[in-house]
């Protein structure tokens, strides 16, 4: 339904700082409960962070007190602040859309909609 496009990605040094963004062509995504998910090499897709309709955030717990997820005040993007990264957070960064009727965000992507292409994230020295 919905066309995701994440950006943001890199390679960024351990200790290091990235902030992802993502967007929806031709639309906001103020109707949108998002999430960031993540997939490392041999390894399953791992949900990170949530924010709901109405602006309740979710994290697991590998990246609380790391990670921040927000929505901008327009509404257009939600962006995930990613600091104090280690090589354990090294993975292609997904963001997908639930279908407007949820309100509320999980962790879980199966019943996430719409997914972006990815944004890989390299942390290495």
């Known amino acids: 339904q919905l066309q995701l496009v994440e950006s943001g990605g890199g390679l960024v040094q351990p200790g290091g700082s990235l902030r992802l963004s993502c967007v929806a062509s031709g639309s906001t995504l103020r109707n949108y409960a998002i999430g960031w998910f993540r997939q490392a090499p041999g390894k399953e897709r791992e949900g990170v962070s949530c924010?709901?309709?109405?602006?309740?955030?979710a994290y697991h717990d590998s990246v609380k007190g790391r990670f921040a997820i927000s929505r901008d005040d327009a509404k257009v993007a939600v962006s995930l602040q990613m600091n104090s990264l280690t090589p354990e957070d090294t993975a292609v960064y997904f963001c997908?859309?639930?279908?407007?009727?949820?309100?509320?965000?999980?962790?879980?992507?199966?019943?996430?909609?719409?997914w972006g292409q990815g944004t890989q994230v390299t942390v290495s020295s």
């Open positions: 924010v709901s309709k109405n602006g309740v955030v």
């Open positions: 997908a859309a639930r279908l407007p009727t949820y309100s509320s965000c999980t962790l879980s992507g199966a019943t996430y909609a719409s």
